[in-house]
């Protein structure tokens, strides 16, 4: 039995745009239908592209799990990437175990 995290499905997906060079956008933003700012996460591919669906939950998840580390900070924003002091090989079976479920 291995002592690897169970991720749900939306995080397997994240973890993935991650590792080909991703990150999430924890940043204050601006409602264009209420003009109230408040915090958004969005997973952004490496060519700057915003995954639909994907959203501060599952960075709070990857986060929860050492997966992702702060990369980038400033007073209005915070840019997580993947943790890459974790081994590619533990990625790959956080997905194989994921894949069987």
Known sequence: ?????????????????????GEFRYALEMSAYTRREQ???????????TVRGIGVSTMYELKGHGLIVPANSTSVSTYYRWNSSHSSS????????????
């Open 1 to 21: 039995m291995s002592d690897l995290p169970a991720l749900s499905t939306m995080a397997r997906k994240a973890l993935e745009v991650l590792k080909d060079g």
């Open 39 to 49: 915090f958004k996460a969005r997973l952004k591919t490496a060519t700057g592209r």
């Open 90 to 101: 533990q990625a790959d079976e956080i997905n194989k175990c994921g894949s069987q479920g």
